[in-house]
């Protein structure tokens, strides 16, 4: 058994969808109804299920210490730290938090690939086959990711919710960044977010890019098919009416008829969010790149570990490794590096699709 999107999101004027063709959209995402014409269709599509399942291993929740399911229970802002725990400050964007040890969760290490299931047997998170995830790996991403670094913002402000933090360190290496397509603030449409010294920068654009392409050819193969036919539905009904109200003459449309589904990305680097959930995504990636190639063998040191605390679990992630996860119903978190990466830049990069992005960020039709 699989679980559904069941969040939808909220376009430019509302907190509410009050949008036919929004809620349209987003209803087909979070809870598609399928029907099959066919016994057959419906075997086949089994089938895939199945295997989907089989070909992993499968881990499953495990008990969460007292006082970390309080402080979630208390709705708290709650950090894990890969390393030392002095390293994240006590407050993020004014706000104080709870500070936990990612060793205070259970940690998978499996480089063979895994799905995490919780209570009720739902996947909520697959991690590709380290190997397969390896092969092909696009290998001039770091220079494009460390040159938007440059310019960022080192206090990046992502919501009330979504808290930011970086680590105490002095040499300005931090920040957190969005690129890629995103809704308009304030207005209709959605438009493609590059700063202007990045787009002068020859190939820089379309490094990034690729980046979010092979991270989606990966990831579909191990999305689960009814996510992927849900998202089908809503291809069928609303992707012909995104606006893009900033630059007419791009639009993601043109991505999604492709079949591809990431279409933006948030990188953070020296930097970790509070437990949080998603509820404006469709599915998310997330990635980590490190410099040196020898980060890229089988067996290199774990560069981050990406937390699930309602599960009790984290994920430990090496440069290059692949995680799918459902970003809108579970509650989720990246921790700060670990301790063998703690002086090196890393880039933990997220890729997803907003919904609001997907109706078009409109209300008025």
């Known amino acids: 058994m699989h679980t559904f999107f069941n969040n939808c999101s909220h376009s430019f004027k509302s907190k509410s969808i009050n949008s036919k063709r929004s809620r349209k959209n987003a209803q087909c995402i979070n809870k598609p109804k399928i029907s099959f014409k066919t016994k057959n269709q419906l075997r086949r599509f089994n089938k895939r299920c199945r295997k989907l399942n089989l070909s992993l291993n499968h881990y499953h929740p495990e008990p969460l210490k007292e006082e970390i399911r309080d402080a979630l229970n208390n709705k708290e802002p709650v950090v894990f730290a890969g390393g030392d725990l002095n390293e994240i ?107 202007e010294h990045e787009k002068k920068v020859p190939g820089l654009v379309e490094r990034i890019q690729k980046l979010i392409r092979f991270n989606d050819n990966k990831a579909q193969g191990y999305i689960h098919p009814m996510h992927l036919k849900g998202f089908k539905m809503a291809e069928k009904k609303g992707f012909s009416d995104f606006v893009n109200a900033c630059s007419p003459d791009a639009n993601p449309e043109e991505l999604i008829k492709q079949g591809q589904v ?59 490794d692949i995680l799918v996860f459902n970003s ?23 890729m997803y699709l907003k919904t609001n992005v997907l109706a078009g960020n409109n209300n008025e039709k």
């Open 328 to 350: 809108a119903d579970e509650l989720h978190c990246s921790s700060s590096n670990s301790e063998a990466f703690s002086n090196e830049t890393v880039f933990n990069c997220s």
């Open 89 to 195: 400050p006590d407050k993020i964007q004014g706000k104080k938090v709870t500070k936990f040890r990612v060793s205070e969760l259970e940690i998978i290490d499996d480089t063979n690939g895994f799905s995490l299931h919780n209570e009720k047997g739902h996947v909520i998170a697959t991690l590709v086959p380290r190997e397969k995830a390896l092969l092909d790996r696009p290998k001039d991403i770091f220079e494009a990711l460390n040159l938007c670094l440059q310019k960022a913002n080192p206090k990046y402000t992502r919501g009330g919710t979504r808290l930011v933090g970086v680590k105490n360190k002095d040499d300005g290496a931090e920040a957190y960044f969005c690129r890629g397509w995103t809704p308009c603030r304030n207005k209709k449409g959605n438009y493609e977010k590059w700063m």
């Open 262 to 320: 990431l279409v933006s990305i948030a990188v953070g680097v020296g930097s970790y969010l509070n437990a949080h959930k998603d509820d404006d995504a469709f599915v998310s990636v997330i990635t980590s790149l490190a410099e040196d190639e020898d980060h890229y063998k089988e067996e290199a040191d774990i560069v981050t570990y990406f937390c699930f605390p309602d599960q009790g679990r984290a994920i430990a992630l090496r440069a290059g």
